[in-house]
């Protein structure tokens, strides 16, 4: 007998990370092997977080849209508890990577409404946030922490864990 849960509160983006640097004072992006994550409040439907269901907007005198193939991922999120215990949160976690952006630019980076959770609720609404890159690629080597595996994989298939960097990149 399956059980049917009634989930009328649709996905919205708790907290977004782009890799940042501060230089003269002000925040900025690098343009080289820029990652962006988004954290959701629910479990999302992973077949709708694809490269349409985000945008990446060069805000220059053409206003251009990225449009070239870049990674959309989706992972679980894993909590470490106090006790040593750990619990996962399914697809809650949408990286964006692998497309390329210029130097000193402003771009528009929205998540559109189409994304939904498991239950068919779709975002309120689109979400934007503005970026500008620096004038300085990121070249600092990252360097691992930590290094955990949450489970093995089955068939011959990676196993599943947490790699903590000093750099998201």
């Known amino acids: 007998r399956e059980s049917i849960r009634f989930d009328p509160t649709p996905p919205d983006i708790l907290t977004?990370?782009?890799a940042q640097y501060v230089q003269g004072g002000s925040e900025y992006y690098p343009y080289n092997g820029t990652v962006l994550t988004f954290e959701?409040?629910?479990?999302l439907k992973r077949e709708t977080c694809t490269p349409t269901s985000f945008t990446i907007t060069e805000l220059t005198a053409d206003t251009?849209?990225?449009t070239e193939n870049y990674g959309v991922n989706v992972f679980d999120k894993v909590v470490e508890n106090d006790d040593g215990t750990t619990k996962v949160?399914?697809?809650r976690i949408v990286e964006l990577s692998g497309f390329e952006v210029e130097p000193n630019i402003f771009y528009d980076i929205t998540a559109l409404a189409t994304v939904?959770?498991?239950a068919?609720?779709?975002?309120?609404?689109?979400r934007t946030w503005r970026i500008k890159t620096g004038d300085a690629a990121d070249?600092?080597?990252p360097e691992v922490i930590s290094v955990a595996i949450t489970s093995l994989g089955n068939n011959n298939q990676m196993p599943n864990g947490i790699?903590?960097?000093t750099d998201p990149d």
Do not use: Q
Not at 120 to 126: E, L, P, V
């Open 139 to 141: 070249g600092s080597p």
């Open 16 to 18: 977004k990370n782009f």
């Open 163 to 165: 790699l903590t960097t």
């Open 120 to 126: 068919g609720n779709s975002m309120i609404s689109d």
């Open 116 to 118: 939904t959770d498991i």
């Open 89 to 91: 949160y399914p697809a």
């Open 40 to 43: 959701f409040n629910d479990e």
């Open 64 to 66: 251009l849209t990225i």
